[in-house]
């Protein structure tokens, strides 16, 4: 089946400790996005990704970084620079030849919490 | 800017009872309009897209919404309430003329739907 998988489904962070979550996509989608869900603030764009070895920052992206080597990976490192990195994690992907038709496919998400 | 404003929190409504959750927007040019479903824990869900035509758009599980323009608008309508789709709901807009840019969510509407 085609989908677009983000593991761990939970991840505990310690302070001071860089962690990286994985988003892989085996829909050969060309843009790949980032977003970080806060109950009450919705969905805000952290990277996105619409080639692979370029990538741009969206509205948060400070304290994130992110690499795209493959077409199918996104993976995004939550740095210890963010200082509230606690939050769900989408990612998503999208073809850019009819990116509106098909809309959006998401990830089930990544759940990061610092202990 | 592109922006989308979800006006209500939390949408109450008694099952088999209509529905509608609310959804402006305010973009430059014609629009492209989404609205997604989440469940918890989950990633979103594509529900229906409004691009060009008809201004009212049938989707998935019975939903609709319908466009207008004067108004800009997207309610997410359904003529009778499921327990089963209570969820926190998205609405997401593109400009038509902007190129490959991310969608812009709105900060989610919580559906209830009590038996």
């Known amino acids: 089946d085609g989908g677009i998988t983000q593991s761990p489904k939970y991840l505990f962070r310690k302070e001071g400790q860089n962690v990286t979550l994985s988003c892989e996509q085996n829909?050969?989608?060309?843009?790949m996005y980032w977003y970080r869900q806060d109950p009450g603030q919705g969905l805000r764009l952290i990277y996105y990704?619409?080639?692979?070895?370029?990538?741009q920052k969206g509205d948060i992206a400070e304290g994130y970084s992110v690499s795209r080597e493959k077409k199918e990976s996104f993976p995004l490192t939550v740095t210890s620079a963010q200082k509230n990195p606690t939050a769900f994690y989408l990612c998503?992907?999208?073809?850019?030849?009819?990116?509106?038709?098909?809309?959006?496919?998401f990830g089930s998400g990544t759940r990061l919490t610092v202990v | 800017a592109q922006s989308v404003a979800q006006p209500e929190d939390q949408v109450n409504v008694a099952e088999g009872n209509p529905l509608t959750v609310k959804c402006t927007y305010s973009?430059?040019?014609?629009?492209?309009l989404f609205w997604y479903v989440q469940y918890p824990n989950r990633g979103l869900q594509f529900l229906l897209k409004?691009?060009?035509?008809?201004?009212l758009v049938k989707g998935s599980y019975g939903f609709e919404a319908e466009f207008n323009k004067s108004q800009t608008s997207f309610h997410l309508k359904k003529p009778s309430a499921l327990v089963s789709d209570s969820a926190l709901y998205f609405c997401?807009?593109?400009?038509?003329?902007?190129?490959?840019?991310?969608?812009?969510f709105g900060k989610g509407t919580r559906l209830s739907v009590i038996a």
């Open positions: 409004y691009i060009t035509g008809d201004n």
């Open positions: 990704s619409q080639i692979v070895n370029d990538f």
């Open positions: 998503a992907s999208t073809p850019l030849t009819a990116p509106c038709d098909y809309g959006y496919t």
């Open positions: 829909l050969n989608h060309d843009a």
């Open positions: 997401a807009v593109r400009a038509l003329n902007s190129g490959n840019t991310p969608l812009v």
């Open positions: 973009v430059s040019g014609n629009p492209y």
